[in-house]
């Protein structure tokens, strides 16, 4: 069983930066495949970001430029830099956790564990 922690949302001006921060439970950190998915209200899950086991990254075409995903194995930790923030990144967040790779990674349902979510809003 792994579980998932998300910390660091909160409310920031549009332009603005927040740093999220998503903890992992389990000794095999390393493997873990991970994402950072967010959702709006009256919206569906959509997918932000993600990062292998192995360190490679991929962004969605909506945050690329703006927010970057890093894992740090010695920490159990998988981090989301958000800069350049805009009302529309406003939602809630989701870190996620797959054990075996996928190239689906955009794919909520392919996932194995969740988190509870942190709140980022993005006032104008």
């Known amino acids: 069983q792994v579980q998932l922690v998300e910390s660091g949302g909160g409310l920031v001006q549009a332009g603005g930066s927040l740093r999220l921060s998503c903890a992992a439970s389990?000794?095999?950190?390393?493997?873990?495949?991970l994402g950072w998915f967010r959702q709006a209200p009256g919206k569906e899950r959509e997918f932000v970001a993600f990062v292998r086991s192995d360190g490679i990254t991929y962004e969605a075409k909506s945050v690329k430029g703006r927010f970057t995903i890093s894992r740090d194995n010695a920490e159990n930790t998988v981090n989301l830099q958000m800069n350049s923030l805009k009302p529309d990144d406003t939602g809630l967040y989701y870190c996620a956790a797959r054990l075996e790779y996928t190239s689906h990674y955009d794919v909520p349902a392919r996932y194995d564990y969740w988190g509870q979510g942190t709140q980022v809003t993005v006032s104008s």
């Open positions: 389990g000794r095999s950190f390393s493997t873990y495949n």
